[in-house]
């Protein structure tokens, strides 16, 4: 088997980064409104006012979507639009615009996924401690049910939180994303309890206010670890490489184990729990209970990863790049192994289906003389992962399906506009979209299910 008959070809996106609406119909702030409008955060001073405007412009890029033959979607619902103050009242505006983008979707028979937070923290749930506050468990959890009771009978698939590692490690160790904040790493500690926490409150209640059955996984991230040869000691180099904790403590969130762990086998990892044991809260067992409520897939966000090498020592070692290695414009490496070997490992160890939840580059796209968006270099990356993927569900790891990143141009967070990631171009002073190569191309690799990969 290649790519699985029922194998679903999709894009992604998040509220934060294409809605735009920012203050409009209700919506309350969010601590990306917040953050964008501190000085010096964003590059030139850019935030997601305005966005793609597709709050508004939403059935066009459905149509888009269509044009491209794309089967799923998954886009982030912005908690601070449906419930402005984060609980409480719900905003019927906000909560009418996801309804009505559902809709759209269906009726264009594409499936909408839904990922509940993609870091749109409601700032009045910031003001109260945010993800330092235990309530958050509840406060999230119930923002989850809302929604599954609202959504379940149109959408089938849902994920809880997307890329912990990042909003936990950029937001609050780096300073770089929203709140910007560099806090002890104690808190960071702590912080990410709470998320496992409400992740696991989440499914559960979710699974409760349901109206039928849903599905309901969640969306990390990481750098992935592939062997420098086929020599067993290399693949084990590799796998022990990324299944290992970051003991690196002012970088900690960067791992796989963390976070995963918890989840699918109900306890933190033996060595992060050796390394790190300074600066953990209180974790009960019943924490960890909750925590480790079963779900249903695994996402995954994978861009890139490191060549590993078994040391002379017996511990894993990160082999150099070559000189002139290809990388994409935002300078992450180019390595499709990745897409095999990040896949392989992480259902060796979790035995769940897995989702791509996102993949791509940023290209310096521009609109060429005859109006086109000519980015080879996207379909050139594709390629080389879209076939490493395949190898990977060859090979008999379960492999549901492959979600884009992104759809189109957008906000991409601190680099503001400056980046691309898009398959579709936007030209943020009119609002065009322009369908690049790549949608064109991946139009025939949806169509053909990737055989000529
Ligand atoms: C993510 C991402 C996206 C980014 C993409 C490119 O989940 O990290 O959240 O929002 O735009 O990864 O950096």
Redesign the pocket.
Known sequence: MSFRNDFVWGQ?T?AY?IEGAAFQDGKGWDIWDVFCKEEGKVFEGHSGDVACDHYHRFREDVALMKKMGVQGYRFSINWSRVFPNGTGTVNEKGLKFYHELVDELCAANIEPYITLY??ELPYELYKKGGWMNREIVEWFSDYAAFIAKEFSDKVTHFFTV??PQ?FIGLGYMTGVHAPGLKVPVRDTFLMAHHVLMAHGMAVKKMRQTAKRDILIGI?P?GSMSYPDTERPEDIEAARMHLMQVNPDLQNWTWNVTWWSDPIFRGEYPEDGLRLYKDYLPTMTPEDMKLISQPIDFYGQ?I?NGNRIRMGKDGKPEVVKRYDGFPKTA?GWPVTPECLYWGPYFLYERYQSPIYI??N?L?CHDTVSSDGKVHDQNRIDFLEGYLKQLKHASEDGVDIRGYFH??LMD?F??HSGYA?R?GMIYVDYRTQERIIKDSGYWYEKVIRENGEFL
């Open positions: 992604a998040s980064q993609h870091w997307n890329e990042c969306a991230t966000n861009y935002l939840t996102e791509g940023s990143w992104s957008n991409e967070w980046d990631f």
